[in-house]
């Protein structure tokens, strides 16, 4: 079964609202980014990855000043036959993502082209891998 393992939020100050995350919630920080794409801090509640971001690239068609939530990410078992599904359903591939040379190097998970856009423009990933701070799926755990 799918599962929603991540969370991207939009942010101007991602070390402020990460801090106010970990006070309030006592979520956990796993990583600080930087990248082409966005810098921020990478937070778990221990089921999910949520990535607090200041994005460099206007993804969601909102200006970079957009705050609130950006994306999510599903995790699949059958990452290529749900890439069809979402073609076959009308999502777009959105694959205008910059990145830099030694990225998969050091990047959390491998990078692909996994971002769609769906219905009224919404964006979100799939991955047939789990994000950071994200618990596996029932299947992988047994």
């Known amino acids: 079964m799918a599962r929603i ?3 991207a939020i939009a942010s101007l100050d991602p070390e402020k609202q990460a801090a106010f995350y970990k006070e309030v919630f006592g979520f956990e920080e796993v990583k600080r980014i930087d990248n082409p794409r966005a810098r921020g801090v990478v937070l778990t509640d221990g089921a999910i990855n949520i990535s607090v971001l200041n994005f ?3 993804q969601i068609d909102q200006g970079l000043d957009y ?3 950006h994306h999510f990410g599903v995790f699949v078992e059958d990452l290529e036959g749900t890439a069809e599904k979402c073609l076959a359903n009308g999502a ?3 694959s205008e993502l910059p990145e830099e ?3 998969q190097k050091t ?3 491998p990078k692909r082209s996994d ?3 769906g219905p009224e ?3 979100f990933d799939i991955a047939d891998h789990p994000w950071i701070g994200a618990s596996p799926s029932k299947q992988a755990a047994e």
Do not use: A, C
Request: hydrophobic content about 20%; aromatic content about 12%.
């Open 5 to 7: 393992q991540h969370l």
């Open 92 to 94: 777009v591939p959105y």
């Open 107 to 109: 990047n959390y998970r």
């Open 101 to 103: 040379p030694d990225e």
């Open 67 to 69: 705050t609130g939530l």
């Open 115 to 117: 971002k769609f856009k």
């Open 121 to 123: 423009n919404s964006l």
């Open 56 to 58: 460099k690239q206007d």
